[in-house]
Nanobody, 115 residues
Framework: QVQLVESGGGLVQPGGSLRLSCVAS????????MGWYRQAPGKQRELVAR???????NYADSVKDRFTISRDNAKNTVSLQMNSLKPEDTAVYYC?????????WGQGTQVTVSS
């Protein structure tokens, strides 16, 4: 079965950095787009960043120039480097893969940006 396991969340001060990682199993990782979504309290879940199988990326406007998504097909891993974090980045972050017929979600990792 498909499993996505996130790690790397935590508490960080405004302006700080965190790196999230997601290890995927049960899929042919290299052929699928991978993404990171987030959901803040009282808000809808939103796409943060996505990396296609060929490596091209796209980002939500709110995180452009601060976040970088990358993938390592040899390790079945997708990462999200988050710099210059702001309090409004506080949310649960989810790793996602869209295999066409459905999307699979990780369990989520909490990111809290606060002084």
């Amino acid at each position: 079965q498909v499993q996505l396991v996130e790690s790397g969340g935590g508490l960080v001060q405004p302006g700080g950095s965190l790196r999230l990682s997601c290890v995927a199993s049960g899929i042919i990782f290299r052929i699928y787009a991978m993404g990171w979504y987030r959901q803040a309290p009282g808000k809808q879940r939103e796409l943060v960043a996505r990396v296609l199988s060929a490596g091209s990326t796209n980002y939500a406007d709110s995180v452009k120039d601060r976040f970088t998504i990358s993938r390592d097909n040899a390790k079945n891993t997708v990462s999200l480097q988050m710099n210059s974090l702001k309090p409004e980045d506080t949310a649960v972050y989810y790793c996602v893969v869209d295999v066409g017929s459905r999307m699979y979600w990780g369990q989520g990792t909490q990111v809290t940006v606060s002084s």
